[in-house]
Nanobody, 114 residues
Framework: VQLQASGGGLVQAGESLRLSCAAS????????MGWYRQAPGKQRELVAD???????NYADSVKGRFTISRDNAKNTVYLQMNSLKPSDTAVYYC?????????WGQGTQVTVSS
């Protein structure tokens, strides 16, 4: 699965951003899609994911602020990020699981200034 992510940028604390990730395959053949992030000097961590059945999962640090959703017609997953904090600063990676294999998109930088 090829993934194309977009939507990162520089914002101030409290503002919002929306990330998009377009998949090269139909969602119906993908078990799950999601977003991970990696801050400098830290390990990559799960932010949110969504299964083919629509079940979602969020990291505790983003619950209530971030929302993952998908558009089946466009094979695109979105991550709406509200009330951003400086601690959300990281490179965000889109990921997909297809036939038990995980694919990664290119990272997109999100920087939140205080």
């Amino acid at each position: 699965v090829q993934l194309q992510a977009s939507g990162g940028g520089l914002v101030q604390a409290g503002e919002s951003l929306r990330l998009s990730c377009a998949a090269s395959r139909s969602f119906f053949s993908i078990a799950a899609m999601g977003w991970y992030r990696q801050a400098p000097g830290k390990q990559r961590e799960l932010v949110a994911d969504i299964t083919s059945r629509g079940s979602t999962n969020y990291a505790d640090s983003v619950k209530g602020r971030f929302t993952i959703s998908r558009d089946n017609a466009k094979n695109t997953v979105y991550l709406q990020m509200n009330s951003l904090k400086p601690s959300d600063t990281a490179v965000y990676y889109c990921t997909a699981v297809h036939l038990s294999l995980r694919s990664w998109g290119q990272g997109t930088q999100v920087t939140v200034s205080s």
